[in-house]
């Protein structure tokens, strides 16, 4: 099976664009742009002039908003401060008809007391003896209730001490455990510090055997090396000893022939 032919003719997009010609634009060229038409000197001081009265308008239009509303703020004051001072008159209009109102009754008592100045004691005798019985019972009434405010008192009182006593207490507890569970950590510290330090010390003595043993092997190793080492020499001086003898022997014979 063949490949297929992928290849594509390649055109130069320079020279295929000179051989279209020149492109028709759709839009306006730079000619057009430049050559638009413009206002003259006299149209644009009218068209400045125009604005400038238009920024006047809404000024003005301004001014007179700021005046209604000044107007309006002055009538809504004159009419608060005339309410003000209708209630200020209206009050003292009161209290000059109560004034006078007094001065009637009082002027119509003193007459009337002169009249009825006779049934007036015996009614009030029997006045006066209701007023002492109603003196009296709320005197019980105040009694009664002082006994009671101070009998809650007191328990409440009581109920405040047998707390404070009972909050007392539950400390006292607490601070009892927490010194116990002190206590037994530094007891178990202590068992744990001196464990270890025995552990440490036995450690330590088995070490310094094993060192000691280790010393023994090395001056044994030692020992048996220099004996070695010193037999070996022997046995070398022994046949150097032998062989210059025998040259000995050789160069006498030698001589002798």
């Known amino acids: 099976m063949g490949k297929r032919d992928n ?11 000179r051989a279209r010609g020149p492109v028709q634009g759709s839009g306006p060229t730079i000619q057009d742009y430049l050559s638009r038409p413009r206002p003259t000197w006299e149209e644009l001081k009218e068209q400045l002039e125009k604005k400038k009265k238009g920024s006047r308008a809404l000024a003005d239009f301004e001014d007179k908003m700021n005046e209604r509303w000044k107007k309006e703020l ?30 009637k009754s009082s002027r119509h008592s003193s007459s009337s007391s002169s009249s009825s100045s006779s049934d007036s004691s015996s009614s009030s005798s029997s006045e006066s003896d209701d007023e002492d019985e109603k003196k009296t019972v709320k005197k019980k ?40 569970k002190s206590r037994r950590r530094k007891r178990k510290a202590e068992r744990s510090h001196k464990g270890s330090s025995s552990e440490s010390s036995a450690d330590s003595d088995d070490d310094e055997a094993v060192e000691a043993k280790k010393k ?7 020992e ?34």
């Open 7 to 17: 290849r594509v003719a390649y055109i130069n997009p320079i020279a295929a664009a």
């Open 216 to 222: 023994k092997r090395s001056s044994e190793e030692k």
């Open 224 to 257: 048996k090396f220099t004996d070695k080492s010193k037999k070996k020499r022997k046995k070398k001086h022994k046949k150097h000893g032998r062989k210059k003898k025998k040259k000995a022997a050789s160069q006498s014979d030698s001589d002798l022939d």
């Open 141 to 180: 009434r105040k009694r009664k209730k002082s006994s009671s405010r101070r009998a809650s008192d007191s328990s409440e009182d009581e109920s405040d001490a047998e707390s404070k006593k009972k909050r007392k207490r539950i400390k006292e507890e607490g601070d009892r455990d927490k010194d116990e």
């Open 74 to 103: 002055a009538k809504n004051r004159e009419k608060m401060l005339g309410a003000s001072e209708k209630d200020k008159e209206e009050k003292k209009d009161k209290k000059e008809k109560k004034k006078k109102e007094k001065k």
